[in-house]
């Protein structure tokens, strides 16, 4: 069975452009969630999405959305990008519905460099 | 908000050596997940436990829900378990995962 992956692998773009990071869940997970990892911490909640519906909103400016397709698959998009947004942006899936949590299961990550 | 620390920050043993690594968090949790990162970013979850004790292979994870705080042992440690180990908890009611900042284990052969 495939993994959660996520597409590109790296991506470099200069400051005030815009980006869309791709993410493909494993076959029937319905929830996915979106990270921002800065070198050297922790990754920070940015997104969760679950039937397609924005389900948790970490502390991110309006610049940063996602959103979830039919077949559950998700794009996070950014907006007038920063130096500060270069990081690694993971993507999680899980079975999640609306009466229990389940363990999440992580991509490789996209690494964007912004110049 | 949930405060997640972790220590050591780094930690270098020798080859077979017994590993613990720490996680305490601040505010009552639903879940309580440790992941492996390696260099190039991948992260593997290990464990996700919300009570008591769980073993994989050489991999142990326990949990003391009254004193919010969580163990990761790994038993005759080798070079390959080398990586970063997070904690991750998730608070009641929330949808979202709050991360500590890792802790870099290196094996020394």
């Known amino acids: 069975d495939a993994g959660v992956t996520q597409s590109p692998t790296h991506l470099i773009k200069t400051r005030g452009q815009q980006v869309t990071l791709r993410c493909s869940p494993i076959?029937?997970?319905?929830?996915v969630s979106w990270y921002q990892q800065v070198l050297g911490q922790g990754p920070q909640f940015i997104f969760q999405y679950y039937e397609k519906e924005e389900r948790g909103r970490g502390n991110f400016p309006d610049r940063f959305s996602a959103r979830q397709f039919p077949n559950y698959s998700s794009e996070l998009n950014v907006n007038a990008l920063l130096l500060g947004d270069s990081a690694l942006y993971l993507c999680?899936?899980?079975?999640?519905?609306?009466?229990?949590?389940?363990?999440?299961?992580f991509g490789p990550g996209t690494r964007l460099t912004v110049l | 908000k949930n405060e997640v620390e972790q220590s050591p920050q780094n930690l270098t043993a020798q080859e077979g050596e017994f590993i613990t690594i720490n996680c305490s968090y601040s505010v009552g949790i639903s879940a309580l997940h440790w992941l492996q990162q390696h260099p190039g970013g991948g992260i593997v979850s290990l464990f996700m436990l919300s009570s008591g004790k769980k073993k994989h292979g050489r991999l142990i994870a326990t949990i003391n829900i009254q004193e919010k705080h969580s163990s990761l042992h790994i038993t005759a440690s080798h070079p390959r378990d080398s990586a970063v180990y997070i904690c991750?908890?998730?608070?009641?009611?929330?949808?979202?995962?709050?991360f500590g900042t890792g802790t870099r284990l290196t094996i020394i052969p």
């Open positions: 999680a899936s899980s079975l999640e519905d609306a009466r229990s949590y389940n363990e999440q299961f």
């Open positions: 991750a908890v998730r608070d009641f009611g929330n949808e979202k995962l709050t």
């Open positions: 076959s029937g997970h319905k929830s």
